[in-house]
């Protein structure tokens, strides 16, 4: 399989040494702000700039350390938690204005205004990343300007060579909440379907940054308040689970990785271990890792040593379940094995044409 | 201090965790067509594409692993060699064409047709290398032609924040050999004065790949055939050579590593080690550890057999002199430390203004 340069350096610095991901997300700002807000008794908008980037290069020096690699986002991060970064830990940059432009119940997504993926190659990041809210159900104006949006940044990354991290969150379309069975039942067909539409070529993806395609919640085996304080009627098994997971990495024609989208360490790990089992390459997790440290904040000496004891622990039990287990990316069946992997028109005049 | 994102992250990543280079060299052109001539016992110009490609690939593959970055050009080397390189070692990639332009006795530069800074960042590389031939002495056409082609690769470094990595080599302006007691008294001017002119701001160099400014062979201590069969009439001391040593490193107002023009590994460690003494950062090595990997060639089991023995070992030689004792990048006098050292610009609207 042949790879162009900058994309096989971009992924085998945020995977590790044998190619699987454990990989640190700092990259959040709507959620991180609303946190931060309720520790310190303010409004949201009373959080500045300097509480997110003091926050935000805390948990980076503290927690890249065990991290493959690390997604920052160039607004609050980067320029202040760069320093931060061990050489042996790749670096990937968010690309998307935080949270969504919402029409009616649906959500559109738009690019930080000023950044670029030019400038993150400019920076020596190794990765682009963009999330985006997404339905297969929503309105069809919806769906092409969300699937116009994925294109261009692909498009954009294969002009810079970069390696693209697409990431596909889930929402109910109807505005309701997320954690109710009817969703819950409906979330294993909504991923699956997402995974079938972005592993289209035209979208030029190179690592996929999934959703557990499914509710643990919702699970007989986990229903009983296992994760939380909350019990809840089923609607499927652990079994069914398990054929979901399947079913996304039959969909998949990249390498994937799992996100944590803020649950609690514990059920993280569980997830972490199912989506390995059916063929995940590893995670990307932020908050599953360091949310409780933003409580503490601003008590300087409390948030570190929460990140140096409980933070590093919940670090070290998400990389047990990847190490030796995750399926290494060049392993995935887009590329058959390292041994396969060709640099595009490698050669004599490889040089003058690219 | 202040830094860039990209200069900061470029020479993190060719340095080892540390903030010292243990970098391998194996950009040479010319003297490994040379060598590989010899070895198949053809004329210089049948020595094809294949043979280099696939004589820097073994040289990357075994001896990347010990290096904290290595140098690769993007004729022959890099396309094929670049699967070799592991996540923790950076890559630097060569510039300029190999040899130079003669003109009466003087020697003028040319860059790589058809290769450029820009194609470096696309293909994630972490700093950009010119060497050129110098002598201070040239005439004031050469000088400027010289000055110039430096000064433009810095302005093109410095437009793609990438880290630029400048090495100077001295040669005899009138034609005559380098091995001569006159050019050895010369040499420790002639490296000094060099220094001097590319310390100046104008030249946005961010690490200095030098010569040793003197030639061991012929000191007091080493002219009697200690590093090869020839005696020498000794031209200075031991104890000269250092205060050389300490000349180059207060000219020099950005950080300094040495390398090593293929002279004999022995020769080598001992330069490594008195250099280091004098404030250097580490090496920048490249046929001094490999280049009897040359004559084996095309046995290739030959080849790697040396590489995996001698070829290892002369490299942990050579390394042994610079863990925990070359001076770091970041405690170099221009940056005074890594606690001191800040994105430039850092902050609220640094995104918007890069």
Chains 1, 2 share one sequence.
């Not at 399989?1 to 454990?22: C, N, Q, V, W």
């Not at 309701?176 to 039942?185: T, V």
């Not at 986990?222 to 689970?241: C, I, N, S, W």
């Not at 990316?329 to 004599?348: A, C």
Request: contains cysteine; glycine residues 8%.
């Amino acid at each position: 399989m042949h790879i162009t340069p900058g994309k096989f350096r971009g992924l085998s610095m945020i995977a590790d040494y044998e190619g699987r991901f454990t990989m640190l997300a700092i990259d959040q700002r709507g959620s991180m702000q609303k946190a931060l807000a309720q520790s310190l008794g303010v409004e949201k908008d009373r959080v500045t700039h300097e509480d997110m980037a003091k926050m935000k290069a805390a948990i980076t020096q503290v927690l890249a350390p065990y991290a493959s690699g690390v997604l920052m986002d160039p607004v609050y991060g980067f320029s202040q938690s760069v320093v931060h970064v061990p050489k042996f830990a790749g670096i990937l940059l968010a690309q998307e204005e935080s949270g969504y432009e919402q029409v009616g119940t649906e959500r559109r997504s738009t690019l930080v205004k000023g950044w670029s993926v030019a400038k993150t190659r400019q920076c020596g990041a190794d990765a682009a990343k963009i999330v985006i809210y997404y339905n297969p159900d929503c309105s069809e104006e919806t769906l092409r300007y969300q699937h116009d949006f994925v294109r261009r940044m692909g498009e954009e990354c294969e002009k810079h060579d970069m390696a693209f991290v697409f990431e596909p969150v889930s929402y109910p379309t109807d505005g309701g909440d997320a954690d109710r069975a009817e969703y819950a039942s409906a979330k294993p067909g909504i991923v699956r379907r997402t995974v079938e539409e972005f592993s289209k070529p035209e979208y030029k993806v190179d690592l996929l940054k999934l959703e557990f395609p499914a509710d643990l919640k919702y699970t007989n085996e986990y229903a009983k308040a296992v994760f939380d304080e909350k019990e809840r009627t089923p609607v499927y098994t652990l079994a069914d689970v398990k054929e979901f997971l399947r079913a996304v990495d039959r969909a998949a024609t990249h390498p994937w990785v799992i996100l944590s989208a803020g649950v609690d360490i514990r059920e993280f790990v569980e997830q972490v271990k199912l989506a390995v089992f059916a063929g995940a390459s590893g995670f990307l997790c932020g908050r599953a890792i360091w949310k409780k440290a933003l409580g503490l904040y601003p008590d300087m000496d409390a948030v570190f040593s929460f990140l140096r004891s409980e933070g590093a622990q919940n670090f070290k039990n998400a990389n047990a379940e990847v190490l030796s287990k995750a399926l290494p990316w060049f392993d995935h069946k887009k590329f058959g094995g390292r041994e396969k992997i060709e640099i595009l028109g490698q050669g004599e005049s490889w040089y003058k044409q690219i």
